[in-house]
């Protein structure tokens, strides 16, 4: 069983790390942009950029917390 949600695991490690740095170009971006027109309003898709970034790196925590848990089940039995 471990055989397969090890792999399982650091696919969502993985999945977590790309998410996050997805978010943080989204965010750079956001800024460069902010910076360079003043405007704020020209921001929006950028920003929603960052909302889907930071919900999939949150889905991807989760069910890694929970493969984690699996396998300490699986372990002390």
């Known amino acids: 069983m471990n055989y397969i949600l090890i792999p399982v695991l650091i696919i969502l490690c993985l999945l977590v790390v790309v998410s996050l740095i997805r978010g943080?170009?989204?965010?750079l971006?956001?800024?460069k942009i902010d910076l360079e027109t003043g405007e704020g309003e020209t921001v929006t898709e950028m920003q929603v950029m960052?909302?889907?970034a930071m919900f999939a790196?949150?889905?991807?925590?989760f069910a890694a917390i929970v493969v984690v848990g699996i396998i300490a089940l699986v372990a002390s039995s």
């Open 57 to 61: 790196r949150i889905k991807y925590q």
């Open 24 to 27: 943080v170009i989204a965010f």
């Open 50 to 52: 960052q909302n889907k």
């Open 29 to 31: 971006k956001t800024t």
